[in-house]
């Protein structure tokens, strides 16, 4: 699957294997860097690999 430079949650959850439940309570937490648009959330795809890294340290 090709992601492009914003995800949204449910493209996040795909990119970083995980559920989109767990995205949205990691961006809840600020865990996880992304904008709210109105009632939906974009990630860069940079900041899902930070997110990764920071993980993996």
Known sequence: MEYGTWLTTDEA???????PSHVRRELRRKNLQ????????????????EYLEGLAA
């Not at 959850?13 to 559920?19: D, E, G, I, N």
């Not at 992304?34 to 690999?49: H, S």
């Open 13 to 19: 959850a795909s990119y970083l294997r995980c559920s």
């Open 34 to 49: 992304g904008v709210l648009l109105g009632q939906t959330y974009r990630i860069r795809r940079e900041w899902a690999d």
